[in-house]
């Protein structure tokens, strides 16, 4: 197709666009349940109080426990949901905040898998709109209503670990500066209301300022500018685990590091009706019994429907999605760069997060495996598609970080052709009494719970006693966070620390402590601020990082933390930003969590062990230290 022939479809499609976001977007976006709850009413009210009370404490992981042993055959649980990622949490918080009797049952920890190594936005689906113009498909289109939707609700329901990121992409002759500035002022256009900012064309000399590290010449073509537009961030895995607690908190009893080993069914009908239940620290092994069980087992979901069922078909494609994290100058800060195109017609990306870049991604066929390694190439394909746009030497001795991702691409089992593998999600009940979710994305997995929690209630005949909730209800942390809250932080409290001698002195809480505290834990940052303070845990715990001693002691109590890998990976994000750092902490963090769970020096060296062996499929350079001085 010839440059002008694309740009009249372009256009063409524009009208179209603006056409059904004037007449039909209401209907895209009307939401496919009653709710009665939907903005506010006594059940939100309640709901808001219970989970952002400052004082209330989540049950712990032995009551937890005991919730599920309880809940019987003569009166079972609700829901029982397999799998603690984004969704699995999320569906135990729509259920549990419809008034339903909840339990969740994690292999691994909150995120510890999927939903703690994605590309950490929260996007519209810019490609899906690419798509529903060139193909004229308005179910691509229907794809991006629904994203920018739900994009919205995520930032809104937990501000403290979400954000609106600028991304800049290059244009290197006039008809790109054409041909995107339409395609994203159509993006702007189909946003609407749930527009984060107005996208915009920078001139080649703005750009550079903007992103000082941009190429000025790619290919032998001059930079004739960028266009910008916005998208939002995350912090995926605290949001993983803000979610989780917020379930528990809401009276779901959620249990990490507990494994599903078989289902239990009904005699008479083969309906499944709950699940016999290992806790992986003790090896116990219990039952708990539920009307329904939801699968949201993300990449591993095909094992779980085996359980139920030998011969049952994979609908599962997993695929690769390798990510690098690099020093903070290939980036600024508060702009990230994505190319839509490589040469080999990849999307690869800059990103500025935790005070780090993130780059990437691949997108390649994998197998599944617990903890997936990225190999070598790929993570030379990113450096390579990097250093095309940029005018610094990109380096392999400069990666602090690589981690690889599955993602769980879904096939209906009760579709007739596997032709489109889908990147929406899957709702299906193929064995009775397990309803399966999978697929999807981050930004979506609150309208994917609902779907889920909306097919266990038919599916199981559950008389919740209200709607779905989630679309209003923030997480816990969220209700009240501004984002000068920091300096409550730095003014109020001082971080108290043991010198090498044993002595305890004081030390200011600092800008980058108090804004790390207030981000990572929103309103409940002055709980963390007050172990600092008053217990003599304010030291950082890596040079060149904010993350207190402190946040392992509060994680540990009140964030269901039960290892080392727990919080170097998923309560704080170090292992992802900065493997050496994170290996250089651990003996630290093991001490202070052997202090809060009662380890003996057997555990103790079991957990070093254990934690040596996660950072190793973190394929860092052995060479990369790099301290920025900021923090």
Not at 238 to 255: E, F, P
Not at 270 to 284: E, L, P, Y
């Amino acid at each position: 197709m010839s440059s002008a022939a694309r740009l009249r479809r372009v256009c063409a499609a524009a009208l179209a666009t603006a056409t059904v976001a004037s007449v039909g977007g209401s209907i895209i976006l009307s939401p496919n349940i009653s709710s009665n709850d939907r903005g506010s009413g006594p059940v939100l009210e309640a709901l808001r109080s219970k989970i952002n009370d400052p004082y209330a404490n989540v049950p712990s992981r032995a009551v937890q426990e005991s919730a599920l042993i309880g809940a019987s055959q003569s009166n079972p649980l609700d829901i029982l949901v397999v799998g603690g990622g984004a969704t699995g949490c999320g569906v135990a918080f729509d259920a549990v905040t419809r008034g339903l009797r909840v339990g969740l049952v994690e292999r691994e920890d909150f995120s510890s898998g999927t939903s703690s190594r994605s590309t950490k936005l929260i996007h519209g689906g810019v490609r899906y709109l690419e798509k529903a113009v060139f193909n004229l498909d308005y179910g691509q289109l229907k794809l991006v209503f629904h994203a920018l939707e739900e994009r919205k609700q995520v930032i809104e329901n937990a501000p403290h670990l979400c954000h609106a990121l600028p991304c800049m992409t290059p244009c290197f002759d006039w008809f790109e500066v054409v041909y995107f500035w339409a395609g994203l002022k159509m993006y702007d256009l189909v946003a609407g209301a749930r527009l984060l900012h107005l996208s915009r064309y920078y001139s080649a000399k703005e750009s550079i300022e903007l992103f000082p590290t941009l190429a000025k010449k790619g290919n032998n073509r001059n930079l004739r500018g960028t266009v910008v537009y916005y998208d939002g961030q995350m912090n995926d895995s605290r949001l993983n685990v803000g979610l989780a607690c917020s379930a528990a908190l809401a009276g779901a009893a959620v249990l990490n590091h507990a494994e599903v080993i078989s289902f239990l069914k009904d005699e008479a009908t083969g309906r499944i009706i709950g699940a016999k239940i290992r806790d992986n620290f003790s090896g116990k092994v219990f039952e708990t019994y539920a009307k329904v069980v939801v699968n949201a087992a993300g990449p591993f979901c095909d094992s779980v429907r085996k359980l139920a069922d030998k011969e049952a078909p994979s609908m599962i494609c997993p695929s690769s999605g390798v990510h690098i994290v690099l020093p903070d100058y290939y980036s600024p800060d508060g702009m990230g760069l994505i190319v839509p195109k490589t040469k080999d017609g990849r999307v690869v990306f800059m990103l500025p997060w935790l005070g780090r870049t993130i780059a990437g991604t691949t997108d390649s066929n994998t197998v599944i495996t617990p903890l997936p390694e990225p190999h070598e190439d790929e993570i030379q394909f990113i450096l390579d598609a990097i250093s095309d746009y940029l005018s610094v030497k990109v380096r392999r001795t400069d990666v602090l970080s690589a981690w690889s991702g599955i993602r769980p691409l879904a096939v209906d089992p009760s579709a007739k052709s596997t032709e489109n593998i889908s990147r929406d999600h899957v709702v299906c009940e193929d064995y009775p009494g397990l309803v399966t979710i999978t697929g999807g994305k981050w930004t979506t997995y609150r309208s994917m719970a609902e779907d889920a929690v909306d097919a266990a209630v038919k599916s199981g005949k559950l008389s919740p006693a209200n709607g779905s909730v989630t679309h209003s209800l923030r997480l816990m942390g969220g209700d009240g966070w501004e984002p000068s809250y920091f300096t409550v932080i730095a003014q109020k409290y001082v971080r108290m620390k043991r010198s090498y001698g044993g002595e305890v002195v004081p030390a200011i809480m600092d800008t980058a402590a108090s804004k790390h505290l207030s981000h990572a834990y929103g309103t409940l940052a002055e709980r963390v601020a007050a172990i600092a303070q008053n217990e003599g845990l304010g030291k950082r715990l890596a040079h060149g990082y904010p993350i207190m001693e402190a946040e392992v002691a509060y994680c540990a109590r009140n964030e269901y933390c039960e290892s080392a890998v727990d919080f170097i990976a998923r309560r704080s994000r170090l292992a992802f930003l900065d493997t050496d750092a994170a290996g250089r902490a651990l003996p630290r963090i093991i001490e202070i969590l052997a202090a809060e769970h009662s380890w003996d020096k057997s555990r103790k060296a079991q957990e070093l062990q254990k934690a040596k062996e996660f950072l190793e499929t973190f394929k860092s350079s052995k060479n990369a230290h790099f301290h920025d001085g900021k923090h």
